[in-house]
Structure formats: structure tokens, C-alpha cells
């Protein structure tokens, strides 16, 4: 299946600083004025809990732009003007996190935390969010967000490390911005430090390039071998769609071998999915492997998302039913993953990109 040509690549340049500072500085400086006490605050909080923990070679690392080491305390307007430009900025977010805010020419916004480098918001147009937080998330950059579209790598899990991974429970930094004919740009990344290696003794970098156009949210991770050794690895992007799981439906699995993980995670049923729309009557969580690349999402909610992606291998069902009596009819998971082991030697690359849209 073609992947759309909107290639991630075509709104890569960086602003020109002069005409961002011309249309945004006085947005920010407003805005600086306004939050920089709280959110300076924030950022000396997280700088000594991170320190303190970096003492024991736990937790996040403060984000910079430009980073050599992760460590430097940098100030929201600082990190405005390094990053900030025409419809990029830094605010502050839920549990004063700091949150990108990115604003399209043609209406839509997307906001994505810097704690899991997590894409927590994708207002269309018309203002509805496609996605979906969990009431019982928090934001406290300690636990991942359970929401949006959180990271999984460097596994997808059950596996040795903690489920899912540690890459959705770290603060990534801001490598870059950009907007080419108004669709804003971000590209995050994420290294290796004392925290990773004490889990997966391996040398990394993962970039993750977010793009919005007016109706279409388009992603790019690249996970790069910087170690001396391969490594393994395997991910996903755990998109939390908001849904009436009543409507809620799936096109395009039929076909696929499907590893069904109820009713035992660790030794699933391995099946054929024979259904063409596949809905959410009960509990579901189910790989499907080797799927299309292109899934279609009818959110209930009178929305049809379509999912494409290139080089995602698999795919993800999940809705926890009444395991979480208070959300699951709010939402679902379709989940672009890469099941099996990618290997990577030194200096290799892996990328998947994934691109969401609605008509
Ligand atoms: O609660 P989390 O760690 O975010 O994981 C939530 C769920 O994610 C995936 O979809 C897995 O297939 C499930 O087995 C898991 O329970």
C-alpha cells in the first residue's frame, strides 16, 4: 500500500529566526512573563530531583536543545528562543511539565510533552482531539503518561525490562524545529545514559520527527546504533485513540495472524483474523502480524482516522474493558508496532514513520 507523499523530509528546514522572532516573540515574551516564575521554578525542581537521582543513576534528565550531557538548566524563554518559531512553542502543561504546542496554518494544534516524548493532543480543524488521555494519568514525570501516544521502546514487552520500556518514561530534548508552508515541525531525541545502560547496556539515539498539516499528524522515529556492539530491539507507538467503544471499529486486519493475548499475556493464541471489521465487545489485546499499511479507525464518534505507516511492521489492539471501569468506553488502542527483533549494527539505523489522518 503507497504511503503518502507528504514526506516528513519536504517540511524539514529549520524557521528562518528572523521572521519567527518578528510573528512569535511577542506571543512568548507575554507568555514568559506571564509562567516564567512557575515554570522556573519547575525546571529548578526538576534539575535537583534529576540530579539527585542521577546520584543514583535513576530518572529523567533535564531536556537543552544542542545537548552535550542532558544536565543544563535551561529557562522556558531560553528554550523559546531555541526552539520557539512560527506556530512551535514551549508551555507549560499538566503537573508543570513542558509541553510543545504546535499550531498549523490550517487550523489543527498537537501538544507533546517532552517527559516520553509523548504526542499528548491532535485537535483537527473543528477542535475535536483525536486522542485520548486517561483520567488516571499522571504527570508528575515519574510515571509514563497513560495517554496520546506514548513510546515503546527499547522492547514492546512482556520482556526483561520494565513493560513497554524506559523511552516513555524519560525527558526527551528538542533537536530541532521548523514550519514549511505552515505546517509546523519538531524533531525530540532521546540518548543513552547511566539510567538506560542500567537496563540495556547499549549506546543509542532515538530521533522522533512530529509534523502537522491541517488533517494529518506525521511521525518519523529513528532508532540509531551508536554502541561499539549490535543490539536488539523492538517498539511501538501506543496511539490512545478517543473513541464510543460501542462504535468503535477496525478495517484492514482480515488476513493477518493474530497473537491473541487474552486470556494469558505470556503464552498467546496464535489465530487468523478472519473478521473484516474487527470491534471491541469485550477485552481485547491482540498483535496482528504483518499488518497492512493502512488501517482504518472508526472512532464512534462520527470520525474515520486513517492509520498508514511505513515500515511498522505489526499492529496492536487494546482496550483494557472493565479492567478500567472508569475509561474504556472512551477510548481505544491501535497500536503501530514492530514485533519482531530489529537488529542494528554499530552505526545502523531503523526507521518507522506513521501518519494519521482524517477527511
Ligand atoms: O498499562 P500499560 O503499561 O500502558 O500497557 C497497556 C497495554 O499495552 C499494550 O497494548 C499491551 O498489549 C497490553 O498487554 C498492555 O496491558
Known amino acids: 500500500m503507497a504511503v503518502p507523499a507528504a514526506s516528513l523530509l519536504t517540511a524539514s528546514a529549520l524557521c528562518p529566526r528572523e521572521s ?17 516564575r512557575s515554570f522556573n521554578n519547575h525546571v529548578k525542581r526538576v534539575f535537583l530531583q534529576s540530579s539527585l537521582r542521577r546520584s543514583s543513576s535513576k530518572g529523567p534528565v533535564w531536556p537543552r536543545a544542542s545537548q552535550s550531557n ?25 503537573g508543570k511539565l513542558p509541553k510543545l504546542v504546535l499550531k498549523s496554518n490550517g487550523g489543527s494544534e498537537a501538544e507533546i510533552y517532552l517527559f516520553g516524548g509523548c504526542i499528548s493532543s491532535w485537535k483537527i480543524p473543528n477542535g475535536k482531539d483525536l486522542l485520548f488521555v486517561r483520567p488516571d494519568a499522571v504527570f508528575n514525570g515519574q510515571k509514563p503518561i497513560s495517554g496520546g501516544i506514548p513510546h515503546c521502546f527499547p522492547q514492546f514487552g512482556p520482556g526483561l525490562i520494565q513493560q513497554h520500556g524506559f523511552a516513555r518514561n524519560m525527558t526527551w530534548s528538542v533537536a530541532s524545529s521548523g514550519n514549511s508552508e505552515g505546517k509546523p515541525s519538531v524533531t525530540l ?57 460501542t462504535g468503535a471499529s477496525v478495517k484492514g486486519l482480515k488476513g493477518c495472524t493474530s497473537l491473541n493475548k487474552f486470556p494469558d499475556p505470556v503464552n ?5 483474523e478472519e473478521r473484516e471489521v474487527v470491534n471491541f465487545p469485550g477485552f481485547v489485546d491482540c498483535i496482528y502480524l504483518t499488518a497492512p499499511n493502512k488501517l482504518l479507525l472508526e472512532n464512534g464518534l462520527g470520525d474515520t482516522v486513517s492509520i498508514e505507516n511505513k515500515n511498522w511492521a505489526d499492529a496492536v489492539l487494546w482496550n483494557p474493558h472493565m479492567q478500567m471501569e472508569a475509561c474504556y468506553k472512551d477510548f481505544v488502542c491501535v497500536e503501530n508496532a514492530k514485533i519482531a527483533n530489529v537488529e542494528l549494527e554499530p552505526g545502523q539505523t531503523w526507521s518507522g514513520e506513521q501518519y494519521l489522518s482524517v477527511n
Request: net charge neutral; glycine share 4%.
Open 20 to 36: 519567527m522572532q518578528v510573528t512569535s516573540s511577542r506571543f512568548n515574551q507575554m507568555w514568559v512573563v506571564r509562567n516564567q
Open 70 to 94: 542532558g544536565n543544563t538548566v535551561i529557562t522556558t524563554e531560553k528554550l523559546n528562543q531555541e526552539i520557539g518559531c512560527l506556530g512551535v512553542k514551549v508551555e507549560e502543561g499538566e
Open 189 to 245: 531525541e532521546l540518548k543513552d545514559n547511566s539510567y538506560t545502560h542500567s537496563m540495556w547496556d547499549f549506546s543509542f539515539l532515538a530521533t522522533f520527527k512530529v509534523v502537522l498539516d491541517t488533517e494529518r499528524l506525521s511521525t518519523e522515529l529513528v532508532i540509531k546504533n551508536t554502541d561499539k556492539k549490535a543490539f536488539t530491539f523492538n517498539a511501538a507507538l501506543h496511539t490512545y485513540f478517543r473513541a464510543l467503544i
Open 268 to 272: 498467546p493464541i496464535k489465530g487468523v
